[in-house]
């Protein structure tokens, strides 16, 4: 999978931009606060609809404040498929083979990117909230379902919450609906739940061997789901089905009173376990960063086996952020496999040595333009 090419209309700070890749290794090279970050953004917005640094679209829209569009396109294994994005004040229109989508989730997936950016080496210490957010991104690429079960079961969940509060105020006493509710949000959970367990198996599995790679097999990671239900409440939709329906009706007093949902998927964590100990209580910063990295890493592969074909991957300033032994085996693992767009003040001197035959585009004031030699220092 490659991006042939980019098109961007009054996209943040860019008025017009046109440009072709290389089908390996595109560097966006140019000081600070030019513009490098938001090339990337662009091509994560054109392949997940939304931004990664923002939740509000109006954010991407130029000077003029009208309308900013990202079109592209792609290179499959089946052909080419060109994408477009509108964005107004009023909303955003997607469009893929020049057809206007009804429904997001038709044009996702499309063209599937990995972001790797500073702010991912703290997966592991971060808060729970982005380690969930991290494994539904990354998921509802891989997989159709697991997108649409994901937004169904937010959905309920939505409602579900709405309706505990009325509860809660008196505005309502029906607690048949609630049942209802419970009944509907318990099927898309479990379903979740059960996806979830399957993805992040062959994640774990994909991930170990990277791991092992990268400390000379001195550590060995496994990655926990961490749930309210018990391990042998996990084993099938089925149990997980008949745990959640029983915790909730234990529940139903509380959530009531407290006015939300109080069990679900909403509430799960991951947990990297390094050595028999949990690396985010235990571990170095230098352990937790090499999590990361082998997390990052896996997503690769296990992308193209979920997929059939590698993602693009997205490098966002991180080099600067990882050691010579980490930045090769970054760079050494993309190599030759991977479509792959690098924004960095300067390359390092790793990065010179691995990286073959890059296009450079230096990045000034919102402008882009091709430099096809390395950077002199």
């Known amino acids: 999978m490659h991006l042939l090419s980019l098109k961007l209309d009054n996209f943040r700070n860019y008025a017009e931009v046109n440009a072709e890749f290389s089908p390996r290794v595109n560097v966006f090279l140019g000081p600070n606060a030019q513009g490098k970050t938001n090339l990337l953004e662009a091509i994560y917005v054109l392949a997940l609809t939304r931004s990664h640094r923002t939740t509000s679209d109006k954010e991407l829209i130029g000077w003029d404040g009208k309308e900013a569009v990202v079109s592209g396109i792609v290179e499959r294994n089946y052909g080419k498929i060109p994408l477009s994005l509108s964005f107004t004040n009023k909303g ?107 993805l992040l198996k062959n994640l774990d599995a994909a991930a170990a061997p990277v791991h092992a790679a990268i400390t000379q097999g001195h550590e060995n990671l496994h990655i926990n789901y961490v749930s309210q239900l018990n391990a042998d409440e996990l084993e099938s939709r089925e149990t997980i089905k008949k745990a959640m329906l029983a915790r909730f009706e234990k529940l139903k007093i509380r959530e009531i009173f407290m006015g939300t949902t109080l069990l679900g ?113």
């Open 92 to 198: 955003k229109k997607a469009r893929m083979n020049h057809l206007d989508q009804a429904k997001l989730a038709n044009y996702i997936g499309q063209m599937n990117v990995i972001l790797f950016a500073p702010e991912d080496l703290d997966l592991v210490k971060g808060s729970p909230q982005n380690r969930r957010h991290f494994i539904d991104r990354e998921f509802s690429q891989m997989n159709a379902k697991y997108l649409y079960v994901a937004n169904q079961y937010r959905a309920v969940l939505k409602q579900r919450n709405q309706y505990l509060k009325q509860l809660s105020t008196k505005q309502s006493t029906d607690e048949l609906f609630l049942s209802v509710l419970t009944d509907q949000l318990v099927e898309y959970g479990s379903e979740l739940v059960e996806r979830r367990l399957i």
């Open 265 to 377: 998927p909403q509430r799960d964590d991951l947990q990297f376990i390094v050595n028999d100990h949990d690396v985010a209580v235990f571990g170095s910063q230098g352990q937790q960063r090499t999590t990361a990295l082998a997390v990052k890493l896996a997503e690769i592969d296990l992308m193209k086996s979920e997929t059939g074909e590698y993602p693009i991957l997205l490098l966002d300033d991180v080099l600067s952020e990882l050691d010579a032994s980490r930045q090769t085996h970054l760079l050494t693992a993309m190599q030759d496999k991977v479509q792959t767009f690098i924004t960095t003040p300067s390359l390092s001197d790793v990065a010179k040595q691995l990286i073959k035959e890059p296009k450079i585009f230096n990045v000034k004031n919102g402008k882009l333009i091709v430099n096809s030699e390395q950077e002199d220092d």
